[in-house]
């Protein structure tokens, strides 16, 4: 089994830019694609993001994915940040036999 | 458009088994494209993946649970079930079936979700 770390909490000011790691335990992050998930206070999760860089349709441009090998890690980056960003955002994955959620992070726009 | 929804008792006693159906509209449970899944948020916690199912009745389960879990699909009901047995308070959590894409478990569709307490 392989965990997907995540900070805890982030921050940021209105129109500013943040972005959430996650970082891969075991296995390269490259094998297998994260997806990224947006979950406001009482409601379902929505994905953000899916296959390490893309976005569904309806979802901003300010959204977006990568990963980075050399820390085997994926990121979410949310530029022009505005109040409704405000959120728990969570990573996925999966490797043959199991799928893994991050612990979630807590985005608060100040 | 597609849309799933849980159904089940909302309060379980200790030590019995909880079960959940997720009714699908919009899309066949049939489909070779997906696997259905369940997942489940501990009040105040993170997301946990249970498991899930193809259409071929193939199963994957978290190692931690998979001792406890059986899913199942009736593809005349176009829905898939979730059994948890032998539960404890720890089990207590809102439970959500998901559509995820084969291959590269993107989950696209959610259910709303439906709180389950263990309790006496």
């Known amino acids: 089994n392989f965990m997907l770390t995540q900070p805890h909490s982030v921050s940021g000011s209105p129109g500013k830019t943040v972005t959430i790691s996650c970082t891969r335990s075991?296995?390269?992050?490259?094998?297998?694609?994260v997806q990224w998930f947006q979950q406001r206070p009482g409601s379902a999760p929505n994905t953000v993001i899916y296959?390490?860089?893309?976005?569904p349709s309806g979802v901003p441009d300010r959204f977006s994915g990568s990963i980075d090998t050399s820390s085997n890690s994926a990121s979410l980056t949310i530029s022009g940040l505005k109040t409704e960003d405000e959120a728990d955002y969570y990573c996925?994955?999966?490797?043959?036999?199991?799928?893994?959620f991050g612990g979630g992070t807590k985005l608060t726009v100040l | 458009q597609v849309q799933l929804q849980e159904s089940g008792p909302g309060l379980v006693k200790p030590s019995e088994t909880l079960s959940l159906t997720c009714t699908v509209s919009?899309?066949?449970?049939?489909?070779?494209?997906?696997?259905w899944s369940w997942i489940r948020q501990p009040p105040g916690k993170g997301l946990e993946w249970i498991g899930y199912?193809?259409?071929?009745?193939?199963?994957n389960f978290n190692p931690s649970l998979k001792r406890r879990v059986t899913i199942s699909v009736d593809t005349s009901k176009n829905q898939f079930s979730l059994k948890l047995s032998s539960v404890t308070a720890a089990d207590t959590a809102v439970y959500y079936c998901?559509?995820?894409?084969?291959?590269?478990?993107?989950?696209?569709?959610w259910g709303q979700g439906t709180l389950v307490t263990v309790s006496s």
């Open positions: 075991s296995g390269s992050i490259a094998s297998n694609y």
């Open positions: 996925q994955s999966y490797d043959a036999y199991n799928w893994m």
């Open positions: 199912i193809y259409h071929s009745g193939n199963t």
């Open positions: 998901a559509r995820a894409r084969i291959a590269v478990a993107y989950v696209d569709y």
């Open positions: 296959e390490n860089d893309q976005r």
């Open positions: 919009g899309v066949s449970v049939s489909s070779d494209t997906y696997y």
